[in-house]
């Protein structure tokens, strides 16, 4: 046989057991209620009979309902959400599950107004005018309300139920209000909230911008600087509008030190290297001149370059005319020579000039190390002040913008109605409940009142309780029968125990004499050469070499089977076997 057939086989063994033990307690589940039968029928009567009592006497319940939904026309969004950008976004913008609405709509805080409403409405009603209302308890009055989302919406239907009619319909429309105002309550607080937070946030910055603004102007005007530098950092176009309305931006570039520093560095290297070459220059030609005369401000070179050419009109009209060598000709080069130093000698005059004028532009615009630096964090923290304030009444506008096009989010879209017809309850189920719930009431009525008996019924329990070894089962209905099993008993001891000649029977519990008497003449018949001594009492029966205990279901307590187990602890030779006469009981 190969191992998996033996797995198999092992595997079907024991869900056999496992299916054999079940039925076995069952079973004796079913002995118990038996035999408890008078508690279980008692128990069920009353029940049922209560049952029928409850559907006949029990109020009519009714019911009103009516339906909401929690998103408004433009989206999706619970409780209110509003969004804006900036500084103020995101304070209404958090989102709220539609479970998370239906436990807020089922707290106290919602609620409270509605039950106090109900009590003072239950006490127009009421007969009696002065019935004390004390007793009626939030806790026990919420659970007539019921909320339930519709699948796959957004859709609450919400329902109550009372027993007294002319309460249904007026608790219900007071409902419905009461919703509808909690959420416009919770808008408003959050468009309040939000409002509060900028318009604070707004007086705080425009303190805060105006300082910073006067600073960096108060400091600009102490060190000769503009309020801003020409390499604006982003959103410094915004302070310069506002401080210099109307100033195009060559203009607002002239009158800062940094770009007047660079262009007089910048003219004072030029200008040096003009003189530089106009001394090292022994012979200009017209070229030359013409290039050099185009310096900014030599008003004197348009009648240098038309004497000019008047002189070279003539000097090549005397040339053609006369010799080289002519006094004409020679005047008049003389003429072009003495007009080229005097315009050399001009120019070299200007741009010294220039050169000083550039060099005194260089020093006045030169700044303290440190002050460039200040000023540009000052103007930094200006334009980030005005930034800020800017953003914060953007939002403000928009928040004010959206609290005027925002409407109510919970729509109703069924008017608070009460049902014409009772919605329970039930007689006819009231009656099958009692029934069962009798029945079931009844059964472990049963089995608690078999359990504080204490008695034993079930020879696995007590064989579970106890460590000696079961060695047979004696059927106390079939005394007959009982031959052939002593008779193996009785084989076991002489066979195994050969130098055994006493065994001490030990009854326990309330066995019957005649059964004990039965017993002990079958089994001393069948034993030969072994006597047999009958006692309850252990002193003298750990005397003999073996000892069997004798122990009936139905006969027995819990315990009696403690007692027993603390005697066999002191047993210097433990009892190991014991035998069971079974009881159908």
């Known amino acids: ?87 103020g976004g995101g304070v209404l913008s958090g989102k709220r599950t539609i479970f ?16 106090n409403f109900y009590k003072d409405q239950k006490s127009l009603l009421s007969v009696n005018k002065e019935q ?72 705080i910055y425009k303190a805060k911008s105006e300082a910073s603004l006067s600073a960096s102007q108060i400091f600009g005007m102490e ?126 005059q200007y741009l010294e000039a220039k050169l000083f004028d550039a060099k005194s532009r260089l020093a006045s615009a030169e700044r303290p190390k440190g002050v460039l630096i200040k000023h540009r964090a000052l103007t930094r923290e200006a334009n980030r002040d005005v930034t800020i304030l800017a953003s914060l009444e953007s939002d403000r506008q928009r928040l004010l913008l959206d609290q005027a096009k925002e409407s109510a989010p919970w729509e109703l879209i069924s008017i608070p109605t009460m049902k014409d017809w009772q919605v329970g309850p039930s007689k006819r ?23 504080l008996k204490g008695i034993l019924y079930s020879l696995n329990e007590i064989n579970s309780l106890i460590s000696p070894k079961l060695l047979a089962k004696l059927s106390a209905n079939a005394t007959r029968d009982w031959d052939e099993d002593i008779n193996l008993l009785a084989k076991y001891y002489e ?22 008497e039965l017993f002990s003449k079958k089994f001393s018949v069948s034993l030969k050469n072994t006597k047999l001594i009958v006692s309850e009492d252990f002193t003298n029966a750990v005397n003999s070499k073996k000892q069997l205990l004798l122990i009936g279901n139905g006969f027995v307590t819990r315990s009696e089977i403690k007692a027993l187990n603390q005697k066999l602890s002191l047993v210097q030779n433990p009892i190991t076997e014991w035998v069971a006469i079974e009881s159908d009981v």
């Open 223 to 348: 060190n000769d600087l503009s309020p801003l530098m020409p390499n604006e950092a982003p959103g410094d176009r915004d302070i310069r509008e506002y401080k210099f309305q109307g100033r195009t931006d060559s203009s607002f570039a002239e009158l800062n030190p940094e770009y007047q520093r660079l262009k007089a560095a910048w003219d004072v290297k030029r200008i040096e290297k003009q003189l530089k070459i106009l001394d090292a220059s022994k012979d200009i030609n017209e070229t030359s001149l013409y290039f050099i005369g185009q310096a900014r401000g030599l008003t004197e070179f348009g009648n240098f370059s038309s004497r000019l050419s008047k002189l070279d009109v003539m000097l090549a009209s005397y040339s053609s005319r006369f010799k080289p060598n002519d006094i004409a000709i020679r005047n008049v080069q003389r003429e072009r020579n003495i007009l080229i130093t005097e315009f050399i000698t001009s120019m070299r």
């Open 100 to 115: 998370t609405e239906m436990k807020i709509l089922e707290s106290p805080m919602v609620l409270l107004p509605v039950f």
């Open 495 to 516: 066979g195994s125990n050969k130098n055994v000649d006493s065994i001490s029977v030990i009854p326990v519990g309330n066995i019957s004499k005649k059964q004990i």
């Open 429 to 451: 189920s009231t009656v099958y409940t009692g029934v069962i719930a009798g029945f079931v009431a009844g059964c472990a009525s049963a089995l608690a009142a078999d359990r």
């Open 132 to 203: 004390d209302l004390s007793g009626i308890k939030y806790r026990k009055w919420i659970k007539k309300i019921r909320i339930k989302k519709e699948d796959d919406t957004s859709v609450l239907t919400v329902t109550y139920r009372d027993v007294e009619k002319g309460l249904v319909l007026p608790v219900i429309k007071k409902l419905a209000g009461t919703y509808q105002a909690y959420s416009g309550r919770d808008k408003k607080r959050g468009f309040a909230k939000t409002l509060k937070y900028l318009d604070e946030q707004i007086d």
């Open 1 to 87: 046989m190969t191992s998996d057939s033996k797995d198999s086989n092992e595997s079907s063994n024991q869900s056999s057991s496992e299916v054999y033990r079940e039925l076995v307690d069952i079973k004796e589940l079913f002995k118990s209620i038996f035999r408890q039968k008078i508690v279980c029928i008692s128990v069920f009567g009353v029940v049922t009979l209560y049952s029928f009592f409850s559907a006949i006497t029990r109020k009519p319940t009714w019911e009103g309902e009516f339906q909401v939904v929690l998103v408004d026309s433009s989206g999706t969004e619970l409780a209110g959400p509003t969004r804006f950008g900036g500084l």
